[in-house]
């Protein structure tokens, strides 16, 4: 079956792919900028990658005709700038107008669960998509989860982060609400199962695992997993503001999507009964199971996809290639070289960087930097990495953004998303020498960027120093 796949960089769609590939379907997967996906990941020739932005019709020609379903999992609830609820209007306006263009039959859209009266803003805009989803020449087929728990999702990270960081909690009055969690494998099973399913034409299901619980009661269950003691306690005071900046400063998420994740955790989100699971024959994993297999997933270092990687601004809206030719004019750079002993194992410490591994050296001034980010509104040193070992562009990395990750050509280059008056590089590459070059560039804003570059100069010079004499074991500075 030719599937057209949607959203191909968030988190679930990069779940979704490789089952859609392993099960025989031919897929064209639908990206704002191809340099943001890794087509070298799958060694099939029924993937097929095309750019295409849901926000600007004219990029959308290329979508083939001749397509037989496809996917809507485009989110823009983490964005930073600008209004989501206009942004994912416009996008599934665009959406519908195209496929009803081509020849699909089925459209499968994963929406959240909207059963209460009032709902948040998040929840309004998904079920405003449906609508405008609805009533086309095509069958729409709608499943609405509330809280997907895996590892790398933004639901798992953040109780994991809350569990795991903070022995007493003072909580909101939202950890009483109720909701249905469910396993990421089960979502995947759902996308999957209603596939060229008939009866889930034109039809929208709820779906959620076996458990009904509150938030208070998934945090102390994570805990009980995980071998902690921790004790929590609400309090009726801290307002929807409060609890959001709360959630931004204690976990990594982003103050965009704090808020608008506190908005939607005041409404209960348990699902209406359906009989989905039984006719696509899905076994309902179980809030506890689905805990172990994202640790289990994250023991092995085999984490396929992570909020943190999705864009979360416009900074990037016209592509990376813009990014990857470091600017030289009217720009301050920190360049040091040296002769390494090994390039192999100096470019498996370039490929390990940042995360848990640290930067090498002064990671607590890097830290401090951090904060003060965070403090800012910026992302912080929060985010990590995805996997300790692999690196492919378009991933977070701490307060950068990976734009090119290429060992072929042994460079790797990132680009500064924390809040600075200016824009900021640092790029490492080995030539066919063992020469490794360690460059940081700053084009800095007006005065007060010229001011900022000024005054981290005698931090860079310990730092900047420190690290590239880490990776390289130590030799004569060139």
């Known amino acids: 079956?030719?599937?057209?796949?949607?959203?191909?960089?968030?988190?679930?769609?990069?779940?979704l792919l490789p089952v859609l590939l392993k099960n025989g379907h031919e897929v064209i997967c639908c990206v704002r900028d191809k340099n943001r996906f890794n087509k070298k990941n799958y060694s099939t020739s029924n993937l097929t990658v095309i750019e295409a932005d849901f926000l600007d019709k004219e990029s959308l020609q290329q979508i083939p005709k001749d397509i037989e379903?496809?996917?809507?999992?485009?989110?823009?609830?983490?964005?930073q700038s600008g209004d989501f609820e206009h942004m994912e209007e416009m996008c599934a306006t665009n959406f519908r107008n195209c496929i009803e263009q081509t020849n699909a039959k089925q459209v499968v859209y994963l929406s959240g669960i909207s059963n209460a009266e009032e709902l948040s803003k998040h929840l309004s805009s998904r079920k405003n998509v449906e609508t405008i989803l609805s009533g086309s020449n095509f069958a729409l087929t709608t499943l609405k989860a509330g809280i997907i728990v895996g590892s790398g999702s933004a639901s798992f990270e953040i109780i994991r982060d809350l569990v795991e960081k903070i022995p007493i909690m003072i909580t909101p009055r939202w950890l009483k609400t109720k909701?249905?969690?469910?396993?990421?494998?089960?979502?995947?099973?759902?996308?999957?199962?209603?596939?060229?399913?008939?009866?889930?034409?034109?039809?929208?299901?709820?779906?959620g695992g076996p458990n009904i619980v509150s938030y208070?009661?998934?945090?102390?269950?994570?805990?009980?997993?995980?071998?902690?003691?921790?004790?929590?306690?609400?309090?009726?005071?801290?307002t929807p503001k409060i609890s959001s900046y709360w959630l931004y400063f204690v976990t990594a998420t982003s103050f965009a999507l704090a808020k608008n994740l506190v908005n939607s955790m005041k409404i209960e989100v348990i699902c209406k009964a359906n009989?989905?699971?039984?006719?696509?024959g899905i076994e309902l994993i179980d809030y506890d199971t689905s805990i172990k297999l994202a640790f289990d997933t994250i023991e092995q270092n085999q984490v396929l996809s992570s909020w943190m990687d999705a864009?979360?601004?416009?900074?990037?809206?016209?592509?990376?290639?813009?990014?990857?030719?470091?600017?030289?004019?009217?720009c301050f750079k920190d360049i040091r070289s040296l002769t390494v002993e090994n390039s192999e194992a100096s470019l498996e410490k370039i490929w390990t960087i940042g995360g848990k591994t640290g930067w090498y050296y002064g990671n607590w001034l890097w830290e401090?930097?951090?904060?003060?980010?965070?403090?800012?509104?910026?992302?912080?040193?929060?985010?990590?990495?995805?996997?300790?070992?692999?690196?492919?562009?378009?991933?977070?990395?701490?307060?950068?953004r990976v734009i090119l990750a290429d060992k072929n050509e042994n460079r790797l280059l990132l680009y500064a998303e924390m809040k600075l008056p200016g824009e900021a590089w640092l790029e490492?590459?080995?030539?066919?020498?063992?020469?490794?070059?360690?460059?940081?560039?700053?084009?800095?804003?007006?005065?007060?960027?010229?001011?900022y570059w000024y005054s981290v100069l005698p931090f860079h010079g310990l730092i900047f120093s420190g690290m590239i004499n880490k990776i390289a074991k130590t030799n004569t500075l060139k």
């Not at 490492?428 to 001011?451: C, V, Y």
């Open 1 to 15: 079956m030719k599937i057209l796949l949607t959203g191909v960089t968030g988190y679930i769609a990069q779940r």
């Open 368 to 400: 401090i930097r951090g904060f003060l980010d965070q403090l800012l509104g910026g992302v912080g040193m929060r985010r990590g990495r995805k996997s300790d070992t692999e690196i492919v562009s378009g991933d977070a990395l701490d307060f950068w």
């Open 69 to 79: 379903v496809a996917y809507y999992l485009i989110h823009s609830m983490s964005t």
């Open 428 to 451: 490492f590459k080995i030539d066919k020498n063992n020469k490794l070059t360690q460059t940081a560039t700053f084009r800095p804003l007006g005065l007060l960027g010229r001011l």
């Open 311 to 330: 864009q979360t601004s416009t900074i990037f809206s016209g592509g990376f290639s813009k990014f990857i030719e470091v600017p030289v004019n009217g």
């Open 179 to 207: 909701c249905q969690p469910i396993a990421i494998r089960n979502v995947i099973e759902f996308l999957i199962g209603v596939i060229g399913q008939t009866e889930t034409y034109n039809n929208s299901y709820d779906i």
């Open 216 to 238: 208070k009661e998934m945090l102390l269950r994570f805990a009980k997993i995980r071998g902690l003691k921790r004790r929590i306690i609400i309090v009726p005071v801290m």
């Open 275 to 280: 009989n989905l699971s039984s006719m696509l």
